[in-house]
C-alpha cells in the first residue's frame, strides 16, 4: 500500500504524503491545510496528522487509536484501529486513496476529505481489527485491573461486533514480576510498544522490550531483569489495556469504587501532579491525570505530567498530598457512578430535639459486617491481599 | 365514533364503567312482607356459610405445610461453586455496581498456590457480604454476574429480633460443597 502511495505522491512534487522531513516541516509552519473529515472541515498546519486533525475536531470523529501515543515519539501504525478513508487525496489530486489508511500515520493535505464515521468501509475493517486484537486477550474483565478504564474494553464494545469466529486455543504467558511495583500479564498485552517507546524516552536505560517474533512476540525483560528507574511505573498509565498493572493497587478494588481526586505535592523528580484514586481517607492507587484521549495531561508547566515511581507508588497516605478537588468524569463513564453530584446531608436534628441526647442505633454497621473495617486498610497491604490478611480479623 | 370526554361530574360518573361487570346496584326499594321476616336472609345466610365446611380449605397450615415457590421467584441469594467445589466468584464487583440498593460489599484476594482447590479464578471474594435488610430482591446481581457465581434461591430470609441478623456474609451465603459435603449440597439443592 505504502509504495503505491509514495509513488502517487512523487508524481506530484509539491505534495508529500510520507512522514514530513524537517524541510517540509519549516514550509508547512507557516501554510494551513483544509482538511475535511466526516463532513467537518478543518484547518490544520501541515504535518499534521488526520488522528490529530480529527482529534482537534473531537467527538465521534476522532477515530481510536490503540498504540498512538501523542506524547510519545514514534508510536503508532501497529494496532491498525485508526483506519480511515481517504475519498479526496487532496486538492490537486483528487484520486482516493486505493485502501483504507492508518490515520496516525498519515498526514493530511490540502482539500484532503476523511471518511471516518461516515465510512461502512471503516466501519467493517475496524471490526475486524478488534477481532483480531481480541483473538489472544483473554476475557478475563472481571479479574483485571484495568476493567472500567481499558481501551480494549471501550474499544470493542463501540466498534466490535459481538461475536468471534476463532475455534483455538488462546496464547497464553505466565505471569511475571517486573520488579517490585509493576505486574506484567503477557496474555492480555496486545503489543502496541507503547510501554517500549515510554522506557526509551523516559528512562535512560531500557531493559524491557518486544522479543520473538509473530505469535511468540512477547514484552520481557532480559532475565528477569527488575526495572528500577524513576519513571518506569509511567508504562502501567501507557498502557491502554491490563498488561502493566499497579501491583500495588492489584485486586484492592475495582476501578469504579474509588473516587478519583486530583492532588499534587512538591516532588524534586516529576512534576508531582497526579490523581488520587480514594475511597474514604485511603489512597488507593496514584496514577498521572489523563485528557479525553486517555493519554497523560500535560502539567501545568506545559511539559508532559510523567510522573515519578515514588509519587506513584509510595505515597499511599491522604496527608501527603495537597488535595485540589475531584477529577471531572465523565457522566457515561462507569466511574462517575456512585457519585452523587449536590448531595446535601440532612441536618441532624434529633440531638436538637432530645436536649442533647445522640440517636439510639438499632445497629452499627461496623459491629457486624467484615467489609470495609475501619481499622483495616487494605491500600497500605504492599501487594495484593491474601488470605492471610483476612484471617487474622475473622471471627470464624 | 363516540366521544368519551365527560362535560360535567354526573356525565362522568355515568360514564364510568366498572371493570368486571359484576358490581351490584344497591336495592334501595322499600322491604315488603318477606323482608321484614328477616328469616329467609338468615337462612340464606347460614347455608352459604355451612357450605363451606364441604369445600377445600384455601389455606395452608403454615409453617407445617409450605406451599411450592414458583421457578422464577427471587429470594435469598447463594453463591455457587462449580462441580470441583471451588467458589466461582471473582470479586469483580459487577454485582455491586448492578445493585439499585447498593446492598452488596466485597473484598477482593489473591490467590495464592496451594488455593486452586478453593476458588476458580486467581482472584477471589475474601469477603462477600449482602445486607438483606437494604436488598430488594430484583435479582439485578444475578443478571450482572459473568461467572455464574451469584443466584437467588427460592427461599426467603427467615425473621429475626435484630438487625444484625441480616447482614449476610460469605458463611451464610456460600452453598454447601458438593465434593466435600455432598449430602448436605443434595439437601440443599432440593428436588430439582
Redesign the interface.
Known amino acids: 500500500m505504502h509504495r503505491r502511495f509514495v509513488a502517487s505522491a512523487a508524481r506530484n512534487k509539491k505534495t508529500s504524503h510520507s512522514a514530513p522531513g524537517p524541510c517540509v516541516k519549516i514550509i508547512a509552519m507557516s501554510e494551513l491545510f483544509k482538511v475535511t473529515i466526516d463532513n467537518i472541515t478543518i484547518e490544520v498546519p501541515a504535518g499534521t496528522t488526520i488522528l490529530q486533525a480529527a482529534r482537534k475536531i473531537g467527538g465521534e470523529v476522532a477515530p481510536p487509536a490503540m498504540c498512538y501515543y501523542s506524547k510519545l515519539k514514534g508510536s503508532g501504525g501497529k494496532c491498525r484501529t485508526c483506519l480511515v478513508e481517504v475519498s479526496k487525496g487532496s486538492e490537486k489530486d483528487p484520486r482516493p486513496m486505493p485502501k483504507l489508511v492508518a490515520s496516525c500515520r498519515t498526514t493530511v493535505m490540502d482539500g484532503m476529505e476523511v471518511k471516518n464515521i461516515t465510512s461502512e468501509k471503516v466501519i467493517d475493517a475496524r471490526a475486524g481489527v478488534v477481532e483480531f486484537l481480541l483473538l489472544n486477550h483473554p476475557l478475563d474483565c472481571p479479574i483485571c485491573d484495568q476493567a472500567g478504564e481499558c481501551h480494549l474494553q471501550d474499544l470493542s464494545y463501540e466498534h466490535g461486533k459481538e461475536g468471534t469466529r476463532f475455534e483455538f486455543q488462546k496464547r497464553t504467558f505466565h505471569k511475571h514480576d517486573l520488579g517490585p511495583y509493576i505486574q506484567l500479564h503477557m496474555t492480555r498485552c496486545i503489543l502496541c510498544y507503547r510501554c517500549v517507546f515510554t522506557a526509551d524516552q523516559l528512562t535512560n536505560k531500557r531493559v524491557h522490550g518486544v522479543l520473538s517474533r509473530g505469535d511468540h512476540a512477547e514484552i520481557a525483560t532480559y532475565i528477569e531483569k527488575s526495572l528500577d528507574n524513576d519513571f518506569i511505573g509511567n508504562v502501567i498509565d501507557v498502557c491502554p489495556v491490563g498488561a502493566l498493572t499497579d501491583k500495588t493497587f492489584r485486586f484492592k478494588n475495582r476501578v469504579w469504587f474509588t473516587k478519583p481526586v486530583d492532588a499534587h505535592r512538591d516532588c524534586d523528580k516529576c512534576c508531582g501532579e497526579v490523581q488520587l484514586w480514594m475511597r474514604g481517607d485511603e489512597v488507593f492507587r496514584v496514577t498521572a491525570r489523563k485528557d479525553e484521549w486517555g493519554e497523560i495531561k500535560d502539567s501545568s508547566k506545559g511539559s508532559t505530567g510523567w510522573i515519578c515511581n515514588e509519587c506513584r507508588f509510595e505515597k499511599k497516605f491522604a496527608s501527603d498530598w495537597t488535595i485540589e478537588g475531584p477529577t471531572q468524569v465523565n457522566r457515561h463513564s462507569v466511574i462517575s457512578q456512585g457519585h452523587y453530584v449536590g448531595l446535601k446531608k440532612p441536618n441532624e436534628t434529633f440531638e436538637k430535639v432530645m436536649n442533647g441526647r445522640e440517636p439510639r442505633l438499632f445497629m452499627d454497621i461496623h459491629s457486624v459486617s467484615e467489609v470495609n473495617k475501619p481499622e483495616i486498610q487494605l491500600s497500605l497491604i504492599h501487594g495484593p491481599a491474601h488470605s492471610d490478611d483476612f484471617k487474622e480479623n475473622n471471627k470464624d | 365514533m363516540q366521544t368519551l370526554i365527560p362535560h360535567n361530574a354526573d356525565e362522568s360518573r355515568r360514564m364510568m364503567q366498572s371493570l368486571t361487570n359484576r358490581a351490584k346496584p344497591v336495592d334501595r326499594r322499600p322491604m315488603n312482607f318477606v323482608d321484614r321476616l328477616y328469616l329467609p336472609a338468615v337462612l340464606k345466610g347460614m347455608s352459604i356459610t355451612f357450605g363451606h365446611i364441604f369445600k377445600k380449605p384455601p389455606t395452608i397450615k403454615y409453617p407445617e405445610q409450605t406451599r411450592e415457590f414458583s421457578p422464577v421467584f427471587r429470594g435469598l441469594h447463594v453463591l455457587n461453586r462449580d462441580e470441583e467445589g471451588r467458589e466461582r466468584c ?5 454485582c ?2 448492578a445493585c439499585p440498593a ?1 446492598a452488596i ?6 490467590r ?1 498456590p496451594g ?1 486452586e482447590n478453593l476458588y476458580r ?3 477471589y471474594a ?4 449482602i ?1 438483606m435488610l437494604r436488598c430488594i430482591f430484583c435479582g439485578l446481581c444475578e443478571e450482572a454476574c ?2 455464574d457465581a451469584i443466584y437467588l434461591s427460592e427461599t426467603f430470609a427467615p425473621s429475626n429480633f ?3 441478623g441480616f ?1 449476610y ?1 460469605k ?1 451464610d451465603l456460600l452453598i454447601p460443597n458438593p465434593v466435600t459435603q455432598p449430602e448436605e449440597y443434595a439437601k440443599a439443592k432440593g428436588k430439582r
Open positions: 471473582t470479586a469483580c464487583g459487577l455491586a455496581v447498593e460489599t466485597m473484598e477482593a484476594a489473591e495464592e488455593e479464578e486467581e482472584k475474601a469477603r462477600y457480604e445486607n459473568p461467572k435484630a438487625r444484625k447482614i456474609g458463611k
